[in-house]
């Protein structure tokens, strides 16, 4: 396709499909309002949170809640149900690779994915203040922990691969793909509550992109902007081995809903009864 075709396809699609693109930019923002104010629930000193729980690791324990839940909760809602709730270019990439989103697609998806997850930390900048600042806080940013850059690029992969391999398992069977969400969901409170002292826990360039601007944590993002992809993009290469491409069905996280579907759809194949539409 020349220049010219791709420009109309982008247009095209940004006439067609730019509800989807503002719920992807709206839900990641919400996650990450969401994630800045637990975060600093949580983490400042003068919280009376941090003083009534003295542990870290239960604290961490109470993010993973928080942040688990209200995957969740994004996933599930009329906005997910809609945009398929991938808010997050290394679900979006994996999905493309799996031949189920369209490029134009792909690109506004992470573009929107990443602009609106600044604006979430920046709105609650403006609601939080300084307290948001804190060097015990520091935006929610992504850091690597004690055990270096190359131990926090490792885990990022590895935390990446195992959700997209949840997703793919459980989104492609009949019997489990309404929970698809939940089990999203409860992985990201199990690493943020295991795994975030190794790499702060992302598994999502925007996510760590939006902490990054105001927090000035440039050193550190390329494994952010590396790992999580290449997790994504492992697990989806291995599902294709082990079953064929033809096996995925769609690219949203939540699809037993009648909400239009923009993706190259086959997921009325899994519940042919309730005549999901295509």
């Not at 992807?24 to 000193?45: D, K, N, Q, W």
């Not at 697609?105 to 602009?115: E, I």
């Amino acid at each position: 396709m020349g220049t010219s075709g791709m420009r109309g396809g982008l247009r095209q699609a940004l006439a067609e499909h730019w509800p989807e693109y503002l719920i992807e930019a709206a839900g990641l923002g919400a996650f990450m309002l969401v994630a800045c104010a637990f975060g600093t629930l949580l983490g400042h000193p003068a919280s009376p949170v941090v003083q009534a729980v003295p542990s870290p690791h239960a604290r961490r324990a109470l993010m993973g809640v928080a942040m688990g839940g209200t995957a969740i909760a994004l996933i599930y809602s009329p906005w997910g149900a809609r945009s398929g709730a991938h808010f997050n270019p290394a679900t979006t990439l994996a999905f493309w690779r799996l031949g189920k989103i369209a490029s134009a697609d792909a690109l506004c998806y992470a573009v929107a994915q990443a602009a609106g997850g600044s604006l979430g930390v920046l709105a609650a900048a403006a609601l939080l203040g300084q307290a948001l600042a804190a060097p015990d806080v520091r935006y929610v940013a992504t850091l690597p922990g004690e055990a270096g850059p190359l131990v926090a690029f490792l885990a990022e992969a590895a935390i990446a691969f195992g959700l997209m391999s949840a997703v793919l398992a459980a989104s492609n069977a009949a019997r489990v793909a309404r929970f698809t969400g939940i089990f999203a969901g409860a992985l990201v409170a199990a690493y943020i509550t295991v795994e975030a002292p190794l790499s702060g826990m992302s598994m999502n360039p925007a996510r760590s992109l939006a902490s990054a601007l105001p927090a000035g944590a440039w050193p550190e993002l390329w494994i952010y902007f590396t790992a999580p992809p290449l997790g994504m993009l492992a697990a989806a290469e291995r599902y294709v081995r082990r079953r064929g491409v033809v096996a995925v069905l769609c690219a949203k996280l939540h699809h037993h809903t009648a909400q239009r579907c923009i993706f190259r759809c086959r997921y009325a194949l899994l519940t042919p009864a309730r005549g999901a539409r295509p």
